[in-house]
């Protein structure tokens, strides 16, 4: 049995889309169960209201709500009784596999990082996330946001993560991995890219070399790498060219009456198209590289987000992916550091 808890308290709207979330996912996910953490009154008025499933839900009170426009770091020191971070600490003590929140990015980043530690080997956390593309084809990308300045060897430790992640999850027993550049040539890109493109070159994954972000959704690799500058804004281009382009249709088929009549016709067809573009069945980024699973739900989302939000998380969890991650990387790590030192040697 799958159990995560849930930062209830977080998010734009808080308790107003996390509680039917809940109830949306445990309709879907009986087998589950969930801890939702938050002021226990509110909480369960709340859950009385929605008519949740009382016998697969515990409530965790917390005196504390870490708001979305705080510091980190403030966060971390004056909020210790806070959702957010009593829902990671459940992770922690082993009563969840998986911790979801809507809450403050860095908030939740530096909590996680501070209650849970990084896995051996890993410098640095990458928020990572699923994107769709041709043919059903999901393609792993990250870092989308956690870390803003890289070294090269801290790329390549996201590419691993990634790759292994792939594999836990069943996805491809052995993912190509891309580097996110301005081109494909190996000449292409800044000093820390161009190293970073050596490193994966001699490393034991299987890297099939630099990719731009106009072939992202082409299913050119299954985990495109990145530093956490470059990967945030990618991620924001495309939500806002979603929200672009919808707007558009609507405005074209709205613009006369044949065009009405001719959207009318095509309405299938557009709601397929809808449904497989709603940024909310891509919800819930993955904090790699942590001992623990914890998943970052998009602050403004509604309820119907913050239940794919869990999906996320449950699909993390089933996979037991922490320790086959760390495994994994482990191994690569050392793999690279051998024929780095060999090729030391050759050179002396």
Do not use: W
């Given at each position: 049995?799958?159990?995560l ?12 889309v996390?509680v039917?979330?809940?109830v949306r996912?445990?309709a ?5 169960r969930?801890i939702m953490?938050g ?8 859950l009385a ?9 515990t ?11 705080e510091?980190?770091q403030?966060?971390?020191?004056n ?6 971070r009593v ?13 979801v929140?809507?809450?403050?990015t860095g908030a ?5 990082r ?5 896995l ?8 990572a996330?699923?994107?769709?593309g ?7 990308a990250?870092?989308l946001?956690?870390?803003i300045?890289?070294?090269a ?5 996201f590419?691993?993560?990634g790759?292994?992640l792939?594999k836990?999850?069943g996805?491809n ?9 301005i081109g494909t040539e ?5 000093e820390v ?5 050596a490193?994966l070159r ?6 099939v070399?630099?990719v ?9 690799a ?5 530093d956490g ?6 991620l924001?281009?495309i939500?806002?060219?979603?929200k ?5 249709i ?13 959207g009318l016709a095509?309405k ?5 198209v809808r ?10 980024a993955?904090f790699?590289g ?6 970052k739900?998009h ?7 913050f239940?794919f939000?869990l999906?996320e ?5 089933e996979a ?11 191994d690569?790590?050392a793999?690279?550091?051998?024929v780095?030192a060999e090729?030391a040697?050759?050179?002396?």
């Amino acid at each position: 049995m799958i159990t995560l808890s849930v930062d209830a308290m977080g998010g734009d709207v808080g308790l107003d889309v996390t509680v039917p979330a809940a109830v949306r996912f445990l309709a879907r996910r009986p087998e589950a169960r969930l801890i939702m953490v938050g002021d226990e009154s509110r909480l369960h008025a709340a859950l009385a209201a929605a008519q949740a499933p009382l016998d697969k839900i515990t409530v965790r009170h917390a005196t504390q709500v870490v708001e979305m426009d705080e510091a980190p770091q403030s966060a971390l020191k004056n909020k210790k009784d806070s959702s957010m971070r009593v829902a990671i600490e459940q992770v922690k003590a082993g009563e969840a596999q998986a911790a979801v929140s809507a809450g403050n990015t860095g908030a939740l980043m530096a909590t996680a990082r501070f209650v849970l530690k990084t896995l051996p080997g890993i410098e640095r956390p990458a928020i990572a996330k699923f994107l769709p593309g041709e043919n059903g084809h999901l393609t792993l990308a990250l870092d989308l946001g956690a870390n803003i300045d890289c070294s090269a060897a801290q790329i390549v430790q996201f590419a691993a993560m990634g790759s292994e992640l792939v594999k836990a999850l069943g996805l491809n027993a052995n993912p190509r991995v891309g580097l996110l550049n301005i081109g494909t040539e190996e000449i292409k890109g800044t000093e820390v890219v161009k190293q970073t493109f050596a490193l994966l070159r001699q490393s034991s994954l299987n890297f099939v070399g630099n990719v731009e972000a106009d072939s992202l959704f082409s299913g050119a690799a299954d985990v495109i790498a990145a530093d956490g500058f470059v990967g945030n804004i990618v991620l924001k281009t495309i939500e806002s060219s979603v929200k672009f382009m919808g707007a558009s249709i609507r405005e074209e088929f709205n613009r006369s009456l044949f065009n009405k009549l001719g959207g009318l016709a095509a309405k299938p067809a557009l709601n397929g198209v809808r449904d497989r573009f709603d940024p909310r069945r891509y919800n819930g980024a993955i904090f790699l590289g942590l001992r623990g699973v914890v998943i970052k739900s998009h602050g403004g989302t509604d309820a119907t987000g913050f239940a794919f939000a869990l999906e996320e998380a449950y699909h993390e969890a089933e996979a037991a992916s922490i320790e086959k991650i760390s495994q994994g990387v482990a191994d690569s790590l050392a793999a690279l550091a051998a024929v780095q030192a060999e090729q030391a040697a050759g050179e002396v």
